[in-house]
């Protein structure tokens, strides 16, 4: 057998507490430790509990998964490690009853902080509750843990997206946590609404400005605790590990180009030329691995370690390449569900996106609105793209801007790793492939997502192709009708 690597003699004989390991990025986190870190002794994963059932069932629900596979194959007496504990971020002191605070307090040497509510358009109280107020009060128990090695809190590199840079240091806010925490849980749901475009400005949603605020919660009230931020860009499907292209969720940038893909959607508000900034979820947990230990070192300074978790430094790419690239493949792998040929026209301008979106969304919805009313069928298609305006608009905000991100820690946690370390948690965005990677995306998002296999290609393809012969001919005759109605007018002035 092969000498453990430095980072998995770290987490040998450790146990680990895990919040937010049914998410995403906790699923991807948790599979790469006990499939990598096999001899650790113990996870402890927060779940929220469900009623009528049981721990073993949401274990055997947990790991009904294909993300899974390889772990069962690779490391099968793994899957023991995991263990669930009842409660709740958006409840105070995390729903923790007494015994497994206490249970957490005496066993937990490294903690993972991945909970959080990724809605940009999330209400404040709640993003407050499981953003900012779950924090506090890992924090607090955190400090109780008797022999406390690494807490890892996991937050996004646009925390600060005020900032045209932004460093790996933690910022200033408008407002504290013990404020904003007082504020939400003692003013009514109606009035924090109401405030909520004040409170968060110049932030441009709860999001971004509650991520915020948490880091400067550690900052202020974590002395003493081994603290490491790491600060991952858009998150999007694994590259590699355990598979390519895992996916579990339509966040962000996957359900425009789904619907892209789709024929749905025809137009986003996006400056093309600007960088577009995502890293792989399996490239994101080999560096919260790998923040965890090195923070259980210390900081010379006492400071907090930030780690921005990027690719625009290394291997830039804009909006216009990417999704060139992914319309692509979505052509050459589509899915049995489009509805129409999928094109796409872009503009950092609002005036233009509104006149595109009118043309090339709510007038064929009206169209056909008007046939399914005529039909006896209940339109639907307008009250679609309402909701699809309001997401593309709530996009907006980071598909027409780019940032200069900073992540010299980064760089330096990468250049510390062994080369074997180097070899079992890869991060490195250096001469990333986003040709190869795109593709695995595209995939993946059809396999994982739209759950749809492999073998009907040959018919989604004979279906795209007929879609695209539909669309062309649409083309030639709305192009006719304007050449017509051009005509008409042309010899009615002369």
Not at 115 to 122: C, K, L, S
Not at 213 to 238: F, Q
Not at 259 to 277: H, L, P
């Amino acid at each position: 057998m092969e000498e453990a690597t430095p980072i998995q003699k770290f987490y040998s004989g450790q146990t680990v507490f895990v919040t937010g390991g049914t998410g995403f990025v906790g699923k991807v986190l948790i599979e790469k430790l006990l499939r990598t870190c096999y001899d650790l002794r113990k996870i402890y994963m927060l779940v929220r509990p469900k009623k009528g059932q049981t721990c073993e069932k949401r274990m055997e629900e947990f790991f009904n998964n294909s993300l899974y596979d390889r772990l069962k194959i690779e490391q099968p007496a793994s899957t023991g490690k995991l263990c669930m504990i009842p409660g709740d971020c958006e409840l105070p002191d995390l729903g923790l009853t007494a015994d497994d605070r206490e249970l957490l307090r005496s066993e937990v040497n490294c903690v993972f902080h991945v909970a959080a509510t990724v809605r940009f358009d999330e209400k404040l109280y709640k993003a407050t509750y499981i953003n900012v107020r779950a924090t506090r009060d890992l924090i607090r128990l955190a400090k109780e843990m008797l022999e406390l090695r690494s807490f890892v809190h996991i937050s996004t590199a646009y925390s600060f997206c005020v900032n045209s840079t932004i460093d790996e240091k933690i910022g200033e806010v408008p407002i504290t946590a013990e404020n904003l925490i007082k504020f939400v849980e003692t003013t009514g749901e109606k009035r924090v609404v109401a405030a909520t475009p004040d409170v968060i400005k110049p932030w441009p949603n709860t999001y971004a400005l509650t991520k915020a605020v948490a880091e400067k919660l550690l900052e202020t009230s974590g002395a003493g605790l081994p603290i490491a931020v790491v600060r991952p860009s858009i998150i999007l499907a694994t590259a590699n590990e355990p598979v390519s292209g895992w996916i579990d969720n339509f966040y962000g940038p996957t359900a425009v180009f789904l619907g892209v893909a789709m024929g749905i959607i025809r137009t986003v508000q996006c400056d093309e030329n600007c960088v577009v900034d995502a890293v792989p979820a399996d490239y994101l947990a080999n560096t919260v691995i790998s923040a965890a230990w090195m923070a259980s070192g210390g900081h010379p300074d006492g400071s907090i370690p930030v780690f921005n978790f990027v690719s625009s430094r290394e291997s830039p790419i804009t909006w216009k390449a990417s999704y060139e690239t992914a319309l692509r493949y979505a052509r050459l792998i589509p899915s049995m569900k489009a509805l129409w040929y999928g094109f796409i026209k872009t503009t950092p301008s609002p005036i233009v996106f509104n006149i595109l979106h009118f043309l090339l969304h709510i007038l064929p919805a009206c169209l056909i609105d008007v046939f399914l009313s005529l039909t006896g069928e209940k339109p639907y298609l307008l009250n679609i793209y309402k909701k699809i305006k309001e997401n593309i608009h709530t996009l907006s905000y980071f598909t027409i801007r780019q940032w200069n991100f900073v992540n010299t820690n980064t760089r330096t946690l990468w250049m510390s790793l062994s080369d074997e370390d180097k070899s079992l948690f890869q991060f490195n965005m250096n001469s990333f492939s986003w040709n190869s990677y795109i593709y695995s995306y595209v995939y993946g998002t059809r396999l994982y997502l739209l759950k749809e296999k492999v073998e009907t290609l040959p018919q989604a393809r004979k279906r795209l192709f007929r879609l695209k012969v539909i669309h062309y001919l649409v083309v030639v005759i709305l192009l006719y009708f304007v050449y017509k109605c051009v005509s008409f007018a042309l010899n009615l002035l002369f």
